[in-house]
């Protein structure tokens, strides 16, 4: 952001991701926002971060109210299916999902965005579930987020491609920034092709 280094935690998701029995939600929309306000309360086994934005993101169309709350109670679910075949993953989470619809939306058929709230939670699933969500015959996938790209790749796979923020140092508006970080829906269909 405009504050400089200081106000730029491209670590702190990822940091907290990895301390033992820590659920981290970063939710998408309002509605991801509910869910996780409601299995962060729901809780008995362990503390949720819950990691929001300030800046006002706008509510998801073409999936319901349900299946987006019990999607992010599992940690992750498709926001957009394909239409035809499956080619191609965008992973995302948090305001990011934004970006990987319209991106998706672009590029047509064959590409599915799932939304990846909480990966704590979505490790907890059944194998059956993960591999409905990602199934493991697709190995084309791209993930992004606003902050480190390391724990992506367990979910990207080898083939796979992360844009992430790995670097400090950038001062300018939002958006400036985020297009200079390739946060954009350009920037992925770019990785798709």
């Known amino acids: 952001g405009e504050d400089g280094p200081t106000h730029q935690p491209v670590e702190t998701v990822s940091g907290l991701r990895v301390i033992p029995g820590l659920d981290v939600i970063r939710p998408a929309d309002a509605e991801e926002t509910a869910a996780a306000f409601v299995g962060a309360l729901q809780r008995k086994d362990g503390p949720t971060a819950l990691m929001l934005t300030r800046q006002g993101i706008p509510n998801m169309d073409g999936i319901s109210v349900g299946e987006r709350r019990s999607g992010t109670l599992r940690g992750g679910y498709v926001a957009k299916k394909e239409e035809g075949e499956l080619t191609t993953i965008i992973l995302a989470s948090g305001s990011e999902v934004q970006h990987a619809i319209s991106a998706a939306e672009q590029i047509g058929d064959g590409?599915?965005?799932?939304?990846?709230?909480?990966?704590?939670?979505?490790?907890?699933?059944?194998?059956?579930?993960?591999?409905?969500?990602?199934?493991?015959?697709?190995?084309?996938?791209?993930?992004?987020?606003?902050?480190?790209?390391?724990?992506?790749?367990?979910?990207?796979?080898?083939?796979?491609?992360?844009?992430?923020?790995?670097?400090?140092g950038i001062s300018a508006p939002g958006g400036t920034v985020m297009n200079e970080l390739s946060m954009t829906p350009e920037a992925l269909i770019e990785a798709v092709k």
């Open 111 to 168: 590409v599915r965005v799932v939304s990846m709230p909480c990966f704590e939670r979505f490790e907890r699933e059944t194998q059956e579930y993960r591999e409905e969500v990602l199934p493991s015959s697709c190995k084309k996938r791209i993930a992004i987020e606003a902050g480190v790209s390391g724990l992506w790749w367990k979910y990207v796979g080898d083939e796979g491609k992360v844009i992430g923020i790995d670097r400090f």
